[in-house]
């Protein structure tokens, strides 16, 4: 009798212990949970005003929003939700049409993620049209590229490649789903592939990414684009496929290093291993996302990830105001080689750089 129970624990014990830790993502105190959060950003987002480049086009961190208020909406099945988000799209078909990027940059590429989510949602073909061109055109060299941009498309790469970490996130989300919608796996093909080439020449052996190769500060939005879009690549990367092991590697190296520098009160900070700045959402937001997909997807140790990814959260609710606005977000940041730099850029509340990974947690704590 004693070695049948003994056997039982040895089977299921690391199942029982898995169910208690990944519990820590699941109950919450009132006002922190990720549906009352949720609800909170995606119906702050719904009546918000366009944020656009320099007052023409649709910006990416607007996109970024949408996709995290639809994925919001998806996980609780808030109907009405989903009909003003789609609402909100519909004048890009006429009226606002002038404010469709345009499909020469990386970050405006992005763009098509939005509509290729949408097409998943309402299976209109007027929203697959759209997202397969941005998709497709980050692939398609144009007449006057430039001579750099010819070379990357040689080697099979992007055009738009450009070695910025951001690129991470806005090249492997609107591949990955360019792939959701098609199956076609030279979308998932070219996410991965480029992957591997930035986590080959910007990774640094401690596991994070400098801002750029000529900036070496670990700034951590610019950090949470390579995390985030590592997650988001490996749920939908086949496991057997030729470059999953080495995103993969990155992947848990990288998240290692964003547990050892959490600060104690479950914040990261704008930059990520100086102590003395100053605590920073939209980086925070990133990691915790990066933390819980990990998690739930059985990659990362759920007592200790679980645990870091329920303080994080915690502690980013109280950076939400009474307005629904996600607040101590880092403005929109280019590189610059001066530590001082990074440590004055403005804070803005409401931002949409804070907002989207916010609702992104939201959602991912809501999957089953």
Sequence with gaps: MMCKKIIFLLCFLPFYLLSAQTNELKKFPKGCSPKQVGNRLAYNFVNARHDLYAGRYIHYAEVCTWNGALDYALKTNDRELIKQLQNRFEPFFTREKVLLPPMNHVDYNMFGSLALKLYQITNDKRYLEIGLAYADSQWEVPVNAKAEEKDWAEKGYSWQTRMWIDDMYMITVIQNEAYKVTGDPKYIDRAAKEMVLYLDELQRPSGLFYHAPDVPYYWARGDGWMAVGMADLLRELP????????????????????????????????????????????????????????????????????????????????????????????????KKNDKQYYYDRPRLAGDFHGQAPYLWCAAALLRK
């Design 239 to 334: 496991k057997n496929h030729k470059n999953y092991v080495r995103i993969m590697e990155g992947y848990q190296v990288m998240m290692k290093s964003l547990k050892n520098h959490q600060r104690p009160d479950g914040m990261w900070n704008q930059l990520i291993d100086e102590p003395d700045f100053w605590p920073e959402t939209s980086g925070t937001a990133m990691f915790t996302y990066a933390f819980i997909i990990g998690v739930q997807q059985g990659w990362l140790n759920a007592s200790e990830y679980g645990s870091a990814a329920r303080k994080a959260w915690l502690a980013m609710v109280s950076f939400i105001d009474e307005r629904n606005n996600v607040t101590e977000v880092c403005v929109g940041t280019g």
